[in-house]
């Protein structure tokens, strides 16, 4: 018998606290499927999550994030229309410059009024989730 489990990821909400409103980093995506995403990726095999977070955040825009909480699971099973993957999802907050690399195409620092509609995976749901925690305190509830 095989087994088939979902496959982990991480994704990162960077806030830049150097600017103010402290704007997120979102990541224009080289790779299907296309648009605009959260910074993250597949946690490696051997590896933590919190590593993986820190790793995929200076792979991808090129800083040193400091890791401040794990915000929450999403698990959908359609969720990414590659494979059913679960995401991990950190806040974290980095100062600087941030360079587009590795999977991003391109990036862009957005205040939460400006978040663009073409997100990628089900990172609108996160990105709601976090306007809603950041300016009520309110977690999700699933």
């Known amino acids: 018998m095989t087994y088939r489990n979902p496959v982990p990821t991480v994704d990162i909400i960077v806030e830049l606290i150097d600017r103010p409103s402290r704007p997120i980093i979102l990541i224009e995506r080289k790779n299907p499927p296309l648009g605009w995403a959260i910074p993250g990726g597949f946690v490696d095999y051997g590896e933590s999550v919190e590593t993986a977070a820190v790793r995929e955040a200076k792979e991808e825009i090129g800083l040193q994030v400091e890791l401040i909480e794990q915000f ?4 959908a099973p359609d969720r990414d229309p590659r494979k059913h ?3 991990i999802v950190f806040l974290a907050t980095g100062t600087g410059e941030p360079q587009a690399a590795d999977d991003a195409k391109n990036l862009n620092i957005f205040n939460l009024w400006e978040i663009p509609t073409n997100l990628c995976f089900d990172h609108d749901q996160i990105l709601r989730d976090y306007r809603r ?7 999700p509830r699933y």
């Open 72 to 75: 929450h699971v999403y698990s």
């Open 85 to 87: 993957t679960l995401s």
């Open 133 to 139: 925690y950041r300016h009520y305190q309110v977690r």
